[in-house]
């Protein structure tokens, strides 16, 4: 029963998938925008995490209904992420370049003659789902840690959208061992890190002046493998997309492990941060970043 649950759920997802990508790009836009609009009046708890998390971050900036309008432009503009994420079939490889521009190809040379390989510090900002346009931008294959969703169906489309332009999947069941074995091969690898991370996974940092439990994997490896880490943040000027790979993260190397995997994913963050002052609205603010003011207090 669970399988045909699930696939049913498959078709109605490869039905909408396939009714943005017939549509103008205009009128997909169009479509993304109301479709955001409306997720922002009827998800009440996705709302109402949202809020909380912007008053968190930004209660003394902007106002409560300054933070409502960036709350709702966060809803479209993730609305707009699934639009494009749909479309990614609809790019060329021979016309990409024309859609999405790279910059930055200076530190990802120089990061590779160093021979230890390459993390790219990514996050769920602007439309992040474009980053697997990076293999083919760079020429040079790019692999990322994927989680296998319950949905078998949805997970092996999804996986085929992913590595249509060259990005390779390793599933975070046992990737660790896998990934430290590809940097000291100097290849490159994606992880998307700002999410909140399991307690028993997590290193404790101060993101937006609160305590946040997040993921240390791509401090971990740096540290254990000498890999470059480089920050990728994206932007949309109109119809075109801008990926820039900004330079290297300094590492701090202590000597004492545990503390610079808390002190390099602390610097990883506040870069973060500048980012996400940049334009709130572009980030994944509709999830529980941060611990509960209970457990903060017991922690």
């Known amino acids: 029963m669970r399988k045909v649950f699930d696939y049913l759920v498959y078709l109605i997802v490869r039905f909408i998938a396939g009714f943005f990508q017939i549509l103008p790009d205009s ?27 912007l008053s968190l971050a930004f209660e003394e900036i902007y106002s409560d209904k300054e933070r409502r309008a960036i709350a709702r432009k966060n809803f479209v503009n993730l609305a707009m992420n699934f639009v494009v994420f749909c479309r990614i079939p ?15 190809t200076k530190p990802v040379m120089e990061a590779l003659e160093r021979g230890n390989g390459i993390i790219f510090f990514l996050a769920h900002l602007g439309n992040w789902e474009l980053m697997v346009t990076l293999p083919m931008l760079m020429k040079k ?5 994927g989680k296998p969703l319950k949905n078998t169906y949805l997970d092996r489309w999804i996986n085929e959208i992913r590595e249509y332009f060259g990005l390779e999947i390793v599933s975070s069941r046992g990737a660790a061992r896998t990934l430290l074995g590809l940097l000291r091969k100097n290849e490159m690898i994606g992880v998307l890190a700002d999410q909140r991370a399991r307690r028993r996974e997590a290193v404790w940092i101060n993101f ?11 401090a971990y490896f740096a540290l254990k493998t000498g890999a470059a880490v480089i920050p990728v943040s994206h932007r949309c000027e109109g119809n075109v997309h801008h990926i820039t790979a900004h330079p290297a993260f300094e590492i701090v190397q202590t000597g004492n492990i545990k503390e610079d ?9 506040r ?29």
């Open 27 to 53: 009128v997909a836009r169009c479509m993304g925008a109301v479709l955001g609009n409306f997720a922002f009046l009827v998800d009440s708890k996705h709302r109402k995490i949202a809020l909380n998390n």
């Open 90 to 104: 609809k790019l060329r490889r021979n016309t990409l370049a024309k859609t999405v521009k790279f910059h930055g």
């Open 141 to 145: 294959t790019v692999y990322a840690i």
């Open 208 to 218: 937006f002046g609160h305590p946040a439990p997040t993921l240390p994997t791509p």
């Open 261 to 269: 995997i808390v002190a390099n994913t602390q610097r990883f963050h």
């Open 271 to 299: 870069f973060l941060e500048k980012e996400i002052r940049k334009d709130p609205a572009q980030w994944f603010w509709v999830h529980r970043r941060w611990q509960r003011k209970k457990r903060h207090k017991t922690r």
